[in-house]
């Protein structure tokens, strides 16, 4: 299969993970389409190149870290444990609201449909861990400040809010810091 490529296509190589999903994102957490590119015209042709200069094309193995980094089984409406932002040494119930690769943008349980306090974080450094860690590690689960006085029995609305939802299975979040990834070797 042939593909092209345009210089308005390329990105930064520099660029962090979170600025090119976000870049490539249109809003809705959906990717853009190429409706409307110009592929066709853009004048650079892979497989033109690789056949002109008598080169082969590197093996998809080469590049484990694109290929399996874009299959982390994570999925929007997994419920999970994060430390909070404010406070590490507590803990709150986050939502999956959308995944990049290694990279979950989570809310915390209680801002319901608000976004302002959205956030990114890494899979592989962030402290994350299954919906009942904190229980059993005698840890402390508490609402972040910003919300902390929006319901009196905060028990009873984790009950309500985590009745028939998905958590983010144990295998993804414990162990080495690439449980989460599908090998594909």
């Not at 990717?31 to 650079?44: H, Q, T």
């Not at 999956?96 to 319901?112: A, E, H, S, V």
């Not at 985590?162 to 599908?182: D, H, M, Y």
């Amino acid at each position: 299969m042939e593909s092209t490529l345009s210089a308005s296509n390329m990105q930064d190589p520099s660029s962090s993970p979170l600025e090119k999903c976000l870049s490539s994102a249109n809003g809705n957490g959906d990717l853009d389409s190429e409706e409307g590119s110009s592929l066709e015209e853009a004048g650079f042709n892979w497989g033109e190149y690789l056949e002109e200069t008598g080169a082969s094309a590197a093996p998809h193995t080469s590049f484990k870290h694109v290929e399996i980094s874009i299959q982390s089984n994570f999925q929007p409406g997994m419920k999970l444990e994060v430390a909070n932002k404010n406070n590490p040494d507590t803990y709150w119930v986050a939502t999956i609201i959308t995944t990049c690769g290694q990279l979950l943008l989570l809310r915390y349980c209680g801002y319901g449909e608000d976004r302002r306090a959205d956030f990114w974080c890494d899979v592989v450094i962030a402290d994350l861990h299954p919906v009942g860690w904190c229980t059993q590690n005698n840890k402390v689960l508490m609402p972040p400040d910003a919300i902390k006085e929006k319901y009196t029995d905060w028990t009873e609305f984790l009950i309500r809010d985590l009745t028939g939802s998905r958590t983010a299975p144990a295998n993804l979040l414990e162990g080495t810091s690439t449980s989460w990834l599908v090998s594909r070797e």
